[in-house]
């Protein structure tokens, strides 16, 4: 482990660097504490020789051994960042941006080996820089403060950022950069605002494999694209400006990876670094996933965002049946003035709710849209105006997905046939699977006079009794305020 200590906190500790054997080692008063307290990081220095850089950070392998290009990381205790149990000191936040700024100038990012680190306040990460955790699932970057802290990227920054393996304790993740951030691995939990949990604001960014959970006392959003609060402007003033964003392969809510097996769709396990995370965050509690599903919406889009969203699994609990119906409304997903969406291959489950309170999938005037492959239980799919904007609807596909106990209402009705009309061709509903269907699985809008309404080919409905049928579609104006249609 090459020793650098680079402004530690506001302490006389402050020399540049030490590299091997100039300044001995015991002339640094944080980390003569740390060793003594921590036999790992103890082991570290001693195996260690003189200018020989290691890839072992607080008793663990930063990486492999024999790898060929290591990432060069740089070790937390580098820097006079420990865990709770060998800190003299609750609040690692000080010393956490001070090397966070030093790393800016190496474009390094930074490991943090497994425990709990507590912090207080938000913390920037700096182009080409990043916060990496054990791969063992189990650091933990808590809290500490009052107001739930962001995790957020550098919006001057140009070089990417990663932010990986870490369990983040009532801390949000705001991505505001135009360089490429990786946010993956991680789990984020005890969320006290109802702010989302990930928020793209602007630029290219891959979400992936990360767990999710929100407890019953605190119902909230999950992921959002083109959120723009975040920063400080209304959103009329504004335009959000993400070019690209991957949502892939994540749980959320009382997911399990049982959950992620579906007859539908065949057998679809998580990644292994998912997986790990997902057992960190059980903590021994086999059952502590199952009341972490209450989202107000798990996934949102604000703006025209270029979004593929793929492989997740989402489940949903139902509130509690004696507060507000209306306040407690829920959603899974809510996709405003979709344009080039994909939402493929995903499941989403809800539990608990009553047939009038579904959660549904809304999809707000799309626009080159796909949502296929998918598995929707309990969960209605719903196309309908974006009462924020004149968008129209077009080119859409929806095809081969499997819908139980549930519908697919289109509320947007065919007007013609040009370019700035939407026409029978510009929703194509396509192969889908009914599974013991409400009366009207599939529900239109009538078309205005002189036009056909939208092209239905080859759906399916499933009852119980095994019955198949070609699901005739009811069409009717919805009635104001019942939202039946």
């Not at 789990?187 to 407890?215: M, P």
């Not at 959320?252 to 769709?265: L, V």
């Not at 047939?355 to 309990?378: F, I, K, W, Y």
Request: proline share 8%.
């Amino acid at each position: 482990m090459s020793i650098s200590v680079s402004k530690f906190r506001a302490t006389p500790v402050n020399a540049a660097r030490c590299t091997g054997g100039s300044t001995p080692l015991l002339a640094f008063p944080v980390l003569t504490l740390a060793m003594a307290s921590s036999p790992a990081l103890a082991a570290d220095v001693a195996s260690q020789g003189e200018g020989q850089a290691s890839s072992r950070c607080g008793g663990e392998l930063m990486w492999e051994e024999k790898t060929a290009e290591p990432p060069g990381w740089a070790c937390a205790t580098d820097f006079g960042i420990l865990p709770l149990e060998s800190s003299a000191t609750s609040d690692q936040g000080p010393a956490l941006r001070l090397a966070l700024a030093e790393l800016e100038k190496r474009k390094q990012s930074l490991f943090l080996p497994r425990g709990t680190y507590r912090f207080e306040g938000d913390l920037v990460l700096p182009g080409g820089t990043g916060l990496i955790g054990s791969p063992t699932g189990k650091t933990r970057l808590q809290n500490v403060g009052v107001k739930t802290a962001k995790l957020t990227t550098d919006p001057e920054a140009s070089p990417g950022v990663r932010i990986e393996r870490l369990q983040l304790l009532d801390t949000r993740i705001v991505l505001n950069s135009t360089g490429e951030t990786t946010v993956r691995w991680n789990g984020i939990a005890g969320s006290k605002s109802k702010e989302a949990q990930i928020t793209v604001v602007s630029g290219s960014h891959t979400i992936e494999g990360n767990v999710l959970w929100r407890a019953r006392g605190e119902p909230g959003f999950g992921i959002d694209v083109g959120r723009i609060k975040d920063i400080g402007h209304h959103a009329a003033d504004l335009p959000a400006s993400a070019s690209k964003v991957l949502i892939a392969g994540n749980f959320i809510g009382a997911a399990h990876p049982s959950r992620n097996d579906h007859p539908h769709r065949g057998s679809r396990p998580g990644q292994p670094s998912l997986l790990t995370m997902f057992n960190a965050m059980l903590d021994g509690d086999p059952e502590a996933y199952m009341d972490e599903g209450h989202y107000l919406a798990a996934l949102r889009t604000h703006a025209p965002v270029s979004t593929e969203i793929v492989d997740n699994l989402v489940v949903l609990n139902a509130p509690d049946a004696d507060r507000d119906a209306f306040a407690q409304r829920r959603a899974a997903g809510t996709f405003s003035s979709a344009r080039h969406l994909k939402f493929i291959n995903n499941t989403v489950l809800a539990e608990g709710f009553a047939g009038d309170q579904r959660p549904p999938l809304r999809l707000r005037s799309p626009s080159d849209v796909e949502v296929h492959s998918n598995v929707l239980d309990q969960v209605p799919l719903i196309l309908d105006r974006d009462p924020r904007q004149a968008s129209l609807t077009k080119r859409t596909s929806i095809w081969d997905n499997w819908i139980g106990n549930a519908f697919l209402s289109i509320r947007v009705p065919v007007n013609g046939s040009g370019n700035d009309q939407t026409g029978p061709g510009d929703v194509e509903v396509l192969a889908n699977s009914f599974i013991d269907p409400d009366r009207c699985p599939i529900r239109l809008h009538p078309p205005e006079a002189g036009t056909s309404n939208y092209k239905l080919v080859s759906n399916r409905a499933h009852g119980k009794s095994g019955s198949t049928r070609d699901p005739e579609p009811c069409t009717r104006a919805p009635h104001p305020g019942s939202g039946l249609l």
